[in-house]
């Protein structure tokens, strides 16, 4: 079981805008502006997209944005497109003793 | 280019040890925390171990405290893990990354910006 919540699979038909959020505790999410997400296609290495919540590295698409309420982040991709469909994981920094948890991913399917 | 390239992955018995490598190019590597990470076959990510740009700072997930040991070599632009005690479940593809900077600094815990393609780790009978 992943320390962070993620849901299993999410879907948008092209042009949509979805949204994949990240379920922590006080610990992580809650506590710390240490949030990253990142894209994995299949046999790929994933690829950050979003760190420090919402900021997004040199060469990602505008596209994509980050937020966090609460003990919950959140992913939003607007206007998708065929190449967005791929495996999305967040993570964060944990003030217990493992440092870095992730979520169990979320598969998007765009259709 | 900025690039990472594991290697030393394969088939190890359960008990047995194994060291990865990972050869850093493209940056300054000693300016930079990086970080090993796992995935298990058809499971999610699972960050292994980390540590500080000097090498000074280590740190790892409670499921490797004890068998697993990073390291790096800055002259040899290099980050290592020597794992020992394998067990089954420690069964994955193994991935070196380097943590991005803000604002001149580089943590772990930061985002992980650079990925090499992994180095495959079996520990079976």
């Known amino acids: 079981q992943s320390a962070l919540t993620q849901p299993a699979s999410v879907s948008g038909s092209p042009g949509q805008s979805i949204t994949i959020s990240c379920t922590g505790t006080?610990?992580?999410?809650?506590?710390?502006?240490?949030v990253s997400w990142y894209q994995q296609h299949p046999g790929k290495a994933p690829k950050l997209m979003i760190y420090e919540v919402s900021n997004r590295p040199s060469g990602v698409s505008n596209r994509f944005s980050g937020s966090k309420s609460g003990n919950t982040a959140s992913l939003t991709i607007s206007g998708l497109q065929a190449e967005d469909e791929a495996d999305y994981y967040c993570s964060s920094y944990t003030s217990s003793s493992t440092h870095v948890v992730f979520g169990g991913g979320t598969k998007l399917t765009v259709l | 280019e900025v690039q990472l390239l594991e290697s030393g992955g394969g088939l190890v018995q359960p008990g047995g040890s194994l060291r990865l490598s990972c050869a850093a190019s493209?940056?300054?590597?000693?300016?930079?925390?990086m970080s090993w990470v796992r995935q298990a076959p058809g499971k999610g990510l699972e960050w292994v171990s980390g540590i500080s740009g000097s090498g000074g700072s280590t740190y790892y997930a409670d499921s490797v405290k004890g068998r697993f040991t990073i390291s790096r070599d800055n002259s040899k632009n290099t980050l290592y893990l020597q794992m020992n005690s394998l067990r089954a479940e420690d069964t994955a593809v193994y991935y070196c990354a380097k943590a991005i900077a803000v604002a001149g600094r580089s943590y772990y815990y930061y985002g992980m910006d650079v990925w090499g393609q992994g180095t495959t780790v079996t520990v079976s009978s």
């Open positions: 006080s610990s992580d999410v809650g506590g710390y502006n240490y």
């Open positions: 493209g940056f300054t590597f000693s300016s930079y925390a």
